[in-house]
């Protein structure tokens, strides 16, 4: 009797460190720990003013390229050359991915294998042997390592689980003289031949901002939903916001959701049980609709909103008829990497860092997209720039992960 | 006269007991709800609205009948990890199958309970023949329902399923006076919560505390314990898949939902007074130890609590709640029952120290003593 008493404390204690660790109801699962700091410090850690004067510059420049081809466009390409690497035949591609643990990545990840299908047939890509790190900074490095051992690969691309942890990594790719393609989120060196990916997290922040400074009045309250912390492109969306709200004298309040949407629905009901929200803005999609219905289960209007270009924002957007705007982190950009590689390879000039055009959908264009994504499923992301590839719109309409 | 002056000791007397109740580790949950709920109104007024209470026992009831089923596996000694990755499974499950499509709904729900059912039955089978703790065993099931969530989905969230699947967890009675809606979520916990109790008073429910309290004596008296122990695990599931059913509608599909549910049932279980090792426990309390729980995370949200250390807070709420129910026990055990006589069992906790030569074996009578074994259930 008395051993199962001791056993049961055990347990009990057991439990509590469980829950502790555990427990979804917690806004700050997982990689919060690195990040412990209090808001302020955050904020002093994330923005970067010249990035953010960069970025917000880039947003008004007409891209260069094709106009019909975003993901062939770059903004500001300072262009570096290839000879180097000039070779003929197909060659073998190896993809570190960080992970298709979200509906944005999983978009792009299906249209770079239909982007995959037209360069192999095309010659200039034998095979990509492909490793997802599952949301891993580790396993990350070990398939990185694994690559450059016994991977018997032409050309690396990466797209980094986080940025400090995969900069060692990257380099030691660089190192065995093969071209190294980096795109989405970033890295601490300049050894990839090139770096792609959209304008950024303080150009989304910026057009979101001004979009909600400008429905909403001095004094309104904003709800601001994220997801995670401590990934630079989603600490940027905020870092840029929470500076303009700041600035424009909007009570702006921050939670972690996890994207989990019982944990927004909850987050939501108590802030309208606190009094009025005038505003939310999301540093991604997923979860938009929840965060909707909480305002429909309250019965209470509709917020001034933004989300993210994935269909089922845009889809509920539409039925609703709420203010709001859809900022896009260009999804087409899973594109680029594969035909980054056949340039290089071609010898032609690639730029040492290929911004791509980001622009946000507003409402005049809702119905345009809409249209243009029919029968596409709620995870789809609508600016994700596959309609001319084989598949479509099979493919994207099936969302067989491949 | 006379009448009042009769009445008024009677009435002392039973506010006293009440009193001893609400500190007994039976009655404590109550009270920690109570105090929690007044703190929440006086942070926030509004929450005393009624409308504002029903949509918070709306929240709650995925949590609470997750915590029904979690009393049952615990109070027959055993445990269920596995029940947030059934609640997982089963919101994907729906999300998936049924789609925009409304003829779906019957046979879906159909196929999740039975799916539900059957996960129990593996758990409840693995643990009764092969032996292996449920610890293990449902730790086992937990990692491979969200291993197969996460390879059917890919991680990320798939559509919602039709909308009028959803209104189970979203929609209710509307148009109420008072309490404005009476969502369908509130009516199925009460259902639940009331055929749990009911199933707890009968002699099939008391064969499980019966088990839970001491297998050998159980086994020589006649308990089939291998059904009595499987069934528990199939109560479960089957809760952890109403659960699955009421959090598709109010939230949505997201393989997010229903993570950390187990332990946050098995937190509001023990918060409940339920002894961890079996025997003991009243179900209402581990349904209230639900409400504790989530009135405690929404008293951090409106106290504005920042999230960076709201973990610790509600930790250490946590370990504090569930120590005060884990000592009162003990002092019981020791000494004396706590209601009748609270004074003689806090003397009796200190010095008292081997009380195991004074009981050598289970004392039967002490057990029957109990009001969780009398009538409590």
């Known amino acids: ?402 | 006269m006379s009448a009042v002056t009769s009445e008024s000791p009677t009435f002392g007397r039973r506010l006293a007991g009440f009193a001893r109740v609400l500190i007994s580790p039976r009655g404590a949950v109550f009270l920690l709800l109570i105090v929690l709920l007044v703190a929440i109104t006086v942070l926030n007024p509004s929450f005393a609205d009624p409308s504002q209470l029903i949509r918070f026992v709306q929240r709650v009831a995925p949590v609470a009948i997750v915590a029904i089923g979690q009393y049952f596996v615990i109070v027959g000694g055993e445990f269920d990890l596995s029940m947030g990755s059934v609640v997982t499974a089963q919101v994907v499950i729906a999300g998936n199958l049924i789609g925009q499509n409304d003829a779906n709904s019957i046979p879906v729900l159909l196929f999740m309970l039975a799916f539900g059912a059957f996960i129990g039955l593996v758990n409840g089978l693995i643990v009764s023949f092969l032996k292996v703790p449920s610890f293990i065993v449902t730790l086992g099931m937990m990692l491979a329902l969200l291993g197969a969530t996460l390879y059917w989905t890919g991680g990320a969230a798939t559509g919602n399923p039709a909308d009028s699947f959803r209104q189970i967890g979203r929609g209710g009675i509307r148009d109420l006076p008072v309490i404005d809606i009476l969502p369908w979520s509130v009516v199925i916990l009460v259902v639940v919560l009331a055929v749990a109790v009911w199933f707890a008073r009968r002699p099939f429910g008391r064969t499980i505390i019966a088990l839970g309290d001491n297998p050998t004596a159980a086994r020589f008296s006649g308990t089939r314990s291998w059904w009595v122990k499987t069934s528990t695990f199939i109560i479960s599931s089957l809760s952890a898949t109403v659960a699955g059913v009421l959090l598709v509608g109010y939230a949505g599909v997201h393989p997010s939902v229903g993570r950390g549910y187990e332990f946050t049932a098995i937190t509001a279980v023990v918060l409940g007074g339920v002894v961890l090792g079996g025997g003991r426990g009243w179900v209402v309390a581990a349904a209230a130890g639900a409400f504790a729980l989530e009135a405690l995370f929404t008293l951090l949200n409106f106290a504005g609590v920042p999230s960076t250390y709201r973990d610790a807070v509600q930790g250490a709420i946590i370990i504090l709640a569930v120590a005060y129910a884990a000592t009162t026990f003990r002092a019981r055990r020791r000494g004396r029952a706590l209601e009748t006589s609270p004074v003689a069992s806090t003397g009796a906790k200190g010095p008292d120290p081997n009380p195991d030569p004074a009981h050598p074996a289970p004392n039967p009578s002490t057990q029957r003593a109990d009001n969780e074994t009398k009538g409590g259930s």
């Open chain 1, 1 to 402: 009797m008395r051993r199962r008493f001791t056993v049961a404390s055990a347990m009990v204690g057991a439990l509590a460190l469980f829950t502790l660790a555990g427990c979804t109801t917690d806004p700050n699962v997982g990689p919060a720990t690195d990040n412990a700091a209090p808001t302020e410090e955050e904020e002093v850690e994330w923005f970067d003013q010249e990035l953010f004067d960069k970025q917000d510059a880039e947003r008004d420049v007409v891209p260069e390229g094709p106009e019909d081809q975003p993901w062939l466009q770059m903004i500001n390409p300072e262009m570096v050359d290839t000879a180097q690497f000039a070779s003929t035949g197909p060659k073998k591609a190896c993809f570190a991915n960080a992970s298709i643990s979200n509906p944005w990545r999983q978009t792009g990840w299906i249209t770079m294998n239909q982007q995959l299908q037209v360069l192999q047939q095309a010659g200039a890509i034998s095979e990509m042997e492909t490793r997802d790190a599952q949301d891993s900074d580790d396993t990350q490095i070990a398939d990185i390592d694994y690559f450059i051992n016994e991977g018997n690969c032409d050309v690396f691309i990466i797209s980094p689980n986080s940025t400090a942890a995969m900069t060692p990594a990257v380099e030691r790719a660089c190192d065995t003289g093969k071209p190294v393609i980096v795109f989405d989120r970033g890295v601490q060196t300049d050894c990839p031949v090139t770096f792609i990916h959209p304008i950024g997290g303080f150009a989304w922040g910026i057009d979101t901002a001004e979009f909600l400074i400008d429905e909403l009045e001095e004094g309104d309250k904003v709800v601001a939903l994220r997801i995670l912390p401590g990934v630079d492109v989603l600490e940027q969306r905020w870092a840029a916001a929470e500076k303009l709200f700041d600035e424009a004298g909007i009570e702006a309040v921050d939670y972690f959701t996890g994207a989990d949407p019982a944990e927004i629905k909850k987050i939501i009901s108590d802030e309208l049980a606190k009094g009025d929200v005038q505003g939310v803005w999301m540093d991604a999609g997923d979860g938009a609709v929840a965060a909707i219905e909480a305002f429909e289960d309250a019965g209470v209007d509709y917020p001034v909103m933004t989300g993210e270009d994935e269909m089922s924002f845009l889809r509920k957007w539409k039925e609703t008829g709420l203010t709001g705007l859809a900022p896009v982190y260009s999804n087409f950009q899973w594109r680029t990497p594969l035909l980054a590689a056949q340039m290089i390879f071609a010898g032609q000039q690639v730029p040492k860092e290929w911004v791509l055009p980001q622009e946000p959908i507003p409402a005049e264009e809702v119905d345009q997209y809409l249209a243009a994504n029919e029968g596409m499923p709620d995870g789809h992301y609508a600016k994700f720039g596959g309609e001319d590839l084989p598949g479509y719109p099979q493919v994207w309409q099936d969302r067989v992960i491949p």
